[in-house]
């Protein structure tokens, strides 16, 4: 499918871009860095049967382009409030609210909350037309990446005074929200979903490596180059948070996108973390397995708690 697929499918069809940007992969770094203070418009609170709903924009403290300088947000509640939030990071070509607002229906089961960001390059912050990739050139991925991890990092800061915080996210939604995560400066729950602990593994050894445009990026000869340039940006370079034990993780046992030892690198990597496995491929789990997704991230926020009580 990938393969034939349409030109959106199609992966860094505008080759690497500028330099000075991919060389942003080479810098985990810069996720270690104060996250920025928030100033968040809101629109007015919809209060429905089984939920209130609030959307804010706020301008990004990132390096992005002017199309996607503003960010869009979504809070999703209990109608009655809850003392948890989870933010639930964007998987790659994830634009809206939509495919997370499933997940984040099912935590309100649990009685958590969510944050819908909509990441650069994505939904209303796209920088070209719908029926163009939106993220051209690994220029455009180390900027995306960086904004994601940044606004990310923030709005956990800005919600953290009020209420209990985790972060989540499927697939390059799981490894952005693990970044988020192990560098909040505070404890948070974490619950990576089928998520690698780099885009490297992802997108050189998994389906979507049919779809690179290698002639974009100066031939098939660049592959180590690719590797090494999205290999760099790991969770695994980054500090072991204090809280890694409470995370929780999961992923399809046929998954054909995010390669199993990437996953249990992660894993690895926190130890005291737990890492499920549940019968399906990459896209079968996110739309038959919301509940145990869901639960997933409500076990991550008891093992948090109960961290935090020993």
Wanted: charged content about 20%.
């Amino acid at each position: 499918m990938l393969h034939r697929g349409p030109q959106r499918v199609r992966v860094f069809p505008g080759g690497w871009g500028e330099e000075r940007y991919v060389r942003l992969l080479r810098e985990p770094q810069l996720m270690l860095t104060e996250p920025p203070v928030l100033d968040i418009s809101w629109a007015p609170t919809k209060h429905l049967t089984d939920r209130r709903v609030r959307d804010g924009r706020f301008p990004t403290a990132a390096d992005v382009p002017w199309q996607a300088a503003t960010a869009a947000v979504r809070v999703v509640e209990p109608p009655h409030g809850t003392d948890r939030l989870c933010l639930l990071m964007a998987a790659w070509n994830d634009h809206g609210y939509r495919t997370r607002q499933q997940i984040a229906d099912e935590l309100l089961h649990h009685d958590i909350g969510s944050i819908i960001l909509e990441i650069p390059y994505h939904g209303s912050r796209r920088v070209v037309s719908p029926d163009e990739q939106p993220i051209r050139t690994v220029a455009d991925f180390a900027r995306m990446g960086l904004g994601a991890v940044t606004e990310g990092r923030a709005l956990l800061r800005h919600f953290g005074s009020d209420y209990k915080m985790g972060v989540s996210g499927y697939s390059m939604g799981g490894n952005i929200g693990a970044a988020v995560g192990a560098t909040a400066g505070f404890p948070v729950a974490m619950a990576p979903l089928a998520a690698s602990h780099s885009p490297g593994p992802v997108f050189l050894d998994g389906a979507i490596s049919n779809r690179i445009v290698w002639e974009a990026l100066g031939g098939v000869n660049q592959e180590q180059a690719l590797r090494d340039a999205l290999s760099s940006v790991s969770v695994l370079e980054l500090p072991v948070p204090e809280w890694a034990a409470a995370a929780v993780m999961m992923a399809g046992r046929s998954d054909g996108f995010v390669p199993r030892s990437a996953i249990e690198a992660l894993h690895h990597h926190w130890p005291g973390s737990e890492l499920r496995w549940c019968r399906g491929g990459h896209a079968t789990v996110i739309w038959r397995r919301r509940k145990e997704l869901a639960a997933t991230i409500a076990d991550s926020f008891a093992r948090l708690e109960a961290l935090q009580k020993a």
